[in-house]
């Protein structure tokens, strides 16, 4: 969605509108001007026309504000944004990259729908303030404006949140799907297949609705089905399209393998004894029923009184999977890079199907990335990363 028009810029983001904007933004007066004259006759042409206009200008002011909101989440988490466009179904932030973990995924999509929820609060709560009875029409030209805004960005927050990729509730959900499968590529799949379920309901609806007299309306409901269909597909095939010769070393490239495991109801003595004492490994993985459940390393067994080791588990000692970071031998080494830089971890587990395939150390993945000077990191990551020179493999 390119930008026919430029505005200029915002913390260094284009903003710009394609010329498809022109005709929503016709169709948003012409409605508005419709909605006041039926709901105050009172009002003069002049009156109707002018708020018709500055209503649908402070519109666009607020689907600038959402857009921002996520465009300066993905900034502060590192990603480059190049551009904000406005055009006919809304707009659109032109992120550079994808997210290289499930919480920035998350919180740069959820960052939209959470700015447009508070403007419609606020833009509500200043009505009231002035006099304005909630369910009853604005008394007055400046309530109007205020109530219409706050209905409309309300409503905007919660039709974003519909689960349909790459709607910022698709998104939402494909982050919560990493997060628990820890395979970005099955959570777009699984997103996206849910995202087409979804658009084909919008279509069915739309259809349903125009062919029972609905008119325009329900033809705007199915058209947005199309279009929510069509974007699925195309980010679907994008990910696919995407040649793995240019994407980089992987973590399985670099990772440590043959890491033990051990079971997570032995002793700490046990584990000393059996273990620790035996082999210079220094992590080792928590099983617990064929899954991997934790890590624990001799840093983790020294900070346990030696006293405490014939009644401590190893279960009881280890870092819980929960807390540590976690990715699988698919994921690209820039993508780990930018998981350890957000997080400060020293190390991240490699895991595939429950079971832990192996570890791979910060110093690992920056190796890689001087071995690849073709690989590049925004410059947020970069100051995170080598920031320091300190070692941190050492540490676990």
């Given amino acids: 969605m390119r930008s026919n028009i430029k505005l200029g810029k915002i913390s260094g983001i284009e903003i710009g509108l394609n010329y498809s904007w022109f005709v929503i933004a016709s169709l ?37 504000l959402h857009e921002l909101a996520h465009s300066r989440v993905a900034q502060k988490r590192g990603l480059k944004v190049r551009a904000i466009t406005l055009f006919a179904l809304g707009g659109v932030s032109q992120i550079e990259g994808d997210a290289g973990d499930a919480k920035t995924e998350f919180w740069v999509a959820i960052a939209g729908p959470i700015s447009s929820f508070v403007i419609g609060l606020v833009c509500l709560n200043i009505a009231l303030g002035l ?50 499968t820890m395979d970005a590529g099955r959570a777009t799949r699984i997103a996206v297949g849910l995202g087409q ?8 609806e739309g259809l349903w609705r125009y062919f029972s ?33 240019v994407r980089g070393p992987r973590v399985a490239d670099v990772m440590s393998r043959g890491c033990v495991a051990v079971d997570r109801a032995m002793t700490l003595q046990e584990f000393v004894d059996i273990y620790l004492l035996k082999t210079a490994q220094r992590c080792f993985a928590v099983n617990d029923q064929g899954q991997v459940a934790g890590l624990i390393t001799r840093r983790d067994v ?38 350890v830089a957000n997080s400060g971890a020293d190390f991240l587990l490699v895991v595939e199907n429950g079971r832990l395939e192996g570890i791979v150390f910060r110093s690992q993945l920056l190796h890689a990335m001087q071995a690849h000077p073709e690989m590049k990191l925004p410059p947020a990551y970069q100051r995170l990363l080598y920031g320091t020179s300190k070692v941190l493999e050492s540490n676990a």
């Fill in 28 to 64: 948003i007066v012409f409605s508005l001007a419709t909605r006041f004259r039926e709901a105050h006759a009172n009002w003069s042409r002049g009156e109707i026309w002018s708020v018709a206009l500055i209503t649908a200008a402070l519109f666009f002011v607020s689907l600038l």
């Fill in 302 to 339: 020294g900070a346990i009184s030696r006293d405490l080791w014939s009644t401590t588990t190893v279960g009881d000692a280890m870092r819980p999977l929960r807390e540590l970071q976690v990715v699988t031998q698919d994921t690209e080494v820039s993508d780990a890079l930018i998981i």
């Fill in 213 to 245: 007299g609905s008119g325009f309306g329900g033809l705007w409901i199915a058209f947005t089905g199309w279009f929510l269909m069509d974007a699925a597909r195309a980010s679907s095939a994008q990910s696919k399209a995407q040649p793995s010769a």
């Fill in 197 to 204: 379920i979804v658009a084909f309901l919008f279509i069915l």
């Fill in 131 to 180: 006099g304005w009875h909630r369910l009853t029409e604005p008394h007055s030209v400046v309530t109007g404006i205020l109530v219409w805004l706050g209905y409309i960005n309300i409503s905007l927050a919660v039709f974003n949140m519909i689960p349909a990729f790459p709607l910022d509730g698709g998104r939402v959900f494909r982050s919560i799907v990493w997060a628990i």
